[in-house]
Structures are given as C-alpha cells and as structure tokens.
C-alpha cells in the first residue's frame, strides 16, 4: 500500500488586546467586565443589510 505525498502548512494566529475606549471599526465601548453581548453593535455582529441602502432593502422585499 502506497501512501500519498504529503505537504505539511502550519499556521499562526495571533491576538492582540488594545487598549481603546472603543472598538476600531464601530463605536461599542470595550469596557471590561460588561455583560455578554452588551459591546455589540449591529456592524459587531454582522446583521444583514447593515450596510447596504434603502433600495438594496426594497429590492430584497419584493423578491421575497
């Protein structure tokens, strides 16, 4: 039995706390000890259609 070529990738993730009154691409605060969920703002949390405009919304409502 053959066994296949392998190709080995590690990867590296790395996490950074900064220390800011609010987060970098909303304006949740970043307070220690807050509740969970309680930071998050709609952008935070990725809800749909956030971002997008009215007639990007109409348009999803009457293909709906």
Do not use: C
């Amino acid at each position: 039995m053959s066994r296949p070529d392998w190709e080995v990738v590690i990867g590296l993730e790395i996490h950074a706390q900064l220390n800011t009154a609010s987060k970098i691409f909303s304006g949740a605060t970043t307070a220690f000890g807050a509740e969970a969920n309680a930071q998050a703002s709609a952008v935070d949390i990725a809800l749909p259609v956030v971002l997008r405009g009215r007639a990007y919304v109409l348009i999803l409502v009457l293909v709906a």
